[in-house]
């Protein structure tokens, strides 16, 4: 079949193929579609076949494509206002500084970055440049920069400075209570499928006993777990958070919020980026401000969220494959028994019209409706089936093991303190005591 | 004096101090005006005075604010197609690498990120993954990024495995041959104010005679130093380019292009980022592209850059302050006696309505003709006149040493072979022989 522009998805496959990367991080291994366009969470590929966005593209987008006070607060500044000045302060850099302020229990001040990768970059080096310390203490994601290449293992990494407990709080405490004052700060990334606010809670209590600085990394959650993300139940305090996705519903645009006396070290942390004072998306994040002002639109797209994760765990039960289901409505986690069926079945739902997230980690966005729930479950249902129509399965529901497995795997989740976890936790001691410190705190300045 | 908004600059300043930061980076070191809008390089702050920018935004624009086929092209693609897709590949991202690969030399494959930092963190990434090796050569500012921290001072890092030889011929070829079968590239930031093609072209012989990837920063040069940048002048091959400012007239975006096998890296890199598939600044960069296929407006652009360039050597002379100019037309280095008769300088002239970069780095964008070149002249001349009639100067002419001293302070050119040069060279190369290498050429796979 051939589109309006006379292309097909294959066909630009192969000319992605020739002119840019990579095969496993996107050209083979993404559903194979090119989209054309999008509006709301439809989206229409070259060939012009429909498809239904339940990812939230990696969950960059919190109301859809198109979504008309965005699209207007944005090209509206582009056209009539300008894109990036001289100077690198703007009306709504400054007034968006001071709604997140008033949003989140950790802002009393902000400073802005394009990705959420350069927000954690960010957020570690004030950490080390606020405290004059250089030891970081780390679990989950924070994203691809440098100083974070070692999440999946419990360990210490000398080169970054950095050591992972793997959110195993017998490897917290003891790290901590070691080591306390060498440490810049605890810096988490909250898995609400796998562990709720009071585990947050307990690590945050126990750092501000021990004058460390505990800081959540929110690139994800800051706008998916709730309407304010985990620190803004109030459940949770931090005194640095990190956000992006959502926030300026898929322009580029992250933030560090923190206490006065850490953010003020940027001069000391060698951040610079002549980017951070791009204004359109900031505009963009002030019209998403705007629309979730009065709380409706999450408590709606938090009940899309529930629907469809309920559906799916029905139509799992249904059909016979074994599943866990859970997390908060608007990001939640499906498991079944391995990568390779998590993938298959989502790939034969691609074919009836939906793109789920392969990995099983589900994102809706405001733009859902009962229709697009239907939608997705349908789908969903007939991906389901077909695969549970050829497969055996040797375990008839998620157990411990696999769901230790899971968590493993997707976030370093060390979920007991078995044999090899308390080997790796004494190991990770002795090399923090021997290390030769050799991050320098407070870098040069950066220019532009 | 209030705004249309009801503000002045100076409530707004004190506005932003309490909500962001940074008082050295940003709030206190940049000239005193929070701009509402700008078209061209003319801006409007909120009490309404005019002023024009000759720092093109730290050089992220091109063709200045509000360019009508830059708008028309974002804003149409973020009304009428969407931001971001559940796909990583769209048609903007396909065929803006095809139109970079035809433009630069080095150009085989494009991976894109979004900013300058980001796509030099991905370039070392790259060559380490595509090289299995972890030493990585550099001089100049490559931005803010955790692999970048030590850039002017000759010597070796280890906590990220990156040796500045800070563009000393004797220490490049001292080290290149020492250790070119550990080294993964040598990655050097243009300085053309400073050095020639002919430098950096023996540079890349000599990387190339040595088997080590030879890698260009050109974020600022790639559409600065010419229309294709050092790179595009054919003189310089080089294995991987990295490029950002300009590339989208001021939207985030940034690319690396290089050889495919080193691209093809990517995978074994641990590269992400959710955002590197937004597809509106590509539109922009397309747009951008077309802007500049036959080559007047770069012309042009040069021609207006020279004048400009001149005008101020010209100035300088009449009013008596010894100064050295130089460099390409659409980035030029002004050299005064010190840093600080250089702000002096440039703070009066912007009371006369020209925001010029206080460091010495001027950049004109598209949008200049000679009405804004005789404005910049205008308020130049004013300011430093001021300046000179209240100084007494102990030099008549910028003699080697304030030219070495700026060089050193700048970028970290090392201008010539004196003992502490050559003391710090050996030095270097005794840190290198004897490092433990920490750094993991291929990383975890990043999610998102």
């Known amino acids: ?37 999008a509006e709301g969470s439809w989206m229409t590929d070259v060939e012009g076949n429909r498809s239904l966005d339940v990812t939230a593209a990696s969950g960059a987008l919190l109301l859809g494509n198109c979504h008309p006070l965005v699209s207007a ?66 679990s989950g994601f924070h994203g691809w920069h440098d100083w974070h290449q070692s999440y999946l293992q419990i360990g210490y990494d000398a080169g970054s400075g950095v050591a992972c407990f793997g959110y195993n709080k017998t490897a917290f405490k003891r790290l901590v209570a070691e080591f306390a004052d060498e440490i810049a700060g605890v810096f988490v990334t909250p898995e609400p499928a796998w562990f709720d606010a009071a585990y947050y809670r307990e690590l945050s209590e126990f750092c501000a006993q021990h004058g460390v600085l505990f800081m959540l990394d929110e690139v994800i959650t800051s706008m998916r777990y709730g309407p304010n993300g985990v620190n803004g139940t109030g459940e949770v305090p931090a005194d640095i958070i990190t956000m992006s996705k959502g926030m300026a519903n898929g322009h580029s645009l992250s933030a560090v919020l923190g206490k006065a006396e850490v953010i003020d070290a940027y001069d000391d942390a060698g951040i610079g980026g002549t980017y951070t004072r791009e204004v359109p998306p900031m505009a963009a994040a002030l019209a998403v401000q705007d629309f979730l002002a009065d709380g409706t639109e999450h408590e709606r797209c938090q009940r899309m969220g529930k629907l469809l994760m309920d559906g799916m765990r029905d139509i799992l039960a249904s059909v016979g494959i074994p599943a866990w289901v859970g997390g908060p409505a608007m990001m939640f986690d499906v498991v079944v028994p391995s990568e390779a069926l998590s993938w298959d079945i989502y790939r034969a739902a691609f074919d009836h ?15 859902f409706g009962e229709a697009e729930v239907d939608h997705a479950l349908t789908a969903f249902e007939k991906g389901a089936r077909k695969v549970a129509a050829t497969t055996d399965f040797e375990v008839s529901e998620i157990g411990f093991d696999r769901k230790a497995q899971f968590a493993a795997e997707a976030f370093g989740g060390a979920l007991e303190d ?10 990770t001691v002795r090399q923090i005591a021997e290390r030769t410190p050799g991050i320098s705190p407070r870098p040069l300045p950066a220019c532009g």
Do not use: W
């Not at 019209?353 to 733009?367: H, K, L, N, R, W």
């Open 418 to 427: 078995d044999d090899r976890v308390l080997k790796s936790i004494e190991e």
């Open 73 to 138: 607060a944005i090209t509206d500044y582009i056209q009539d206002y300008g894109t990036v000045f001289a100077s690198t302060l703007s009306l709504p850099r400054i007034e968006l500084a001071e709604r997140l302020c008033e949003r989140f229990p950790a802002g009393e001040k902000v400073v802005f970055g394009k990705s959420g990768s350069e927000a954690t970059t960010m957020a570690i080096r004030l950490a080390r440049a606020a405290t004059g310390r250089e030891l970081i203490l780390t």
């Open 1 to 37: 079949m051939t589109t309006a522009a006379g292309h097909t998805n294959q066909e630009l496959i192969e000319r992605a193929r020739r002119v840019t990367a990579a095969e496993k991080y996107d050209i083979g291994t993404r559903f194979p579609a090119i989209y054309r366009r």
């Open 353 to 367: 019209g939906a793109y789920f997230e392969d990995s099983g980690t589900q994102m809706v966005t405001a733009a």
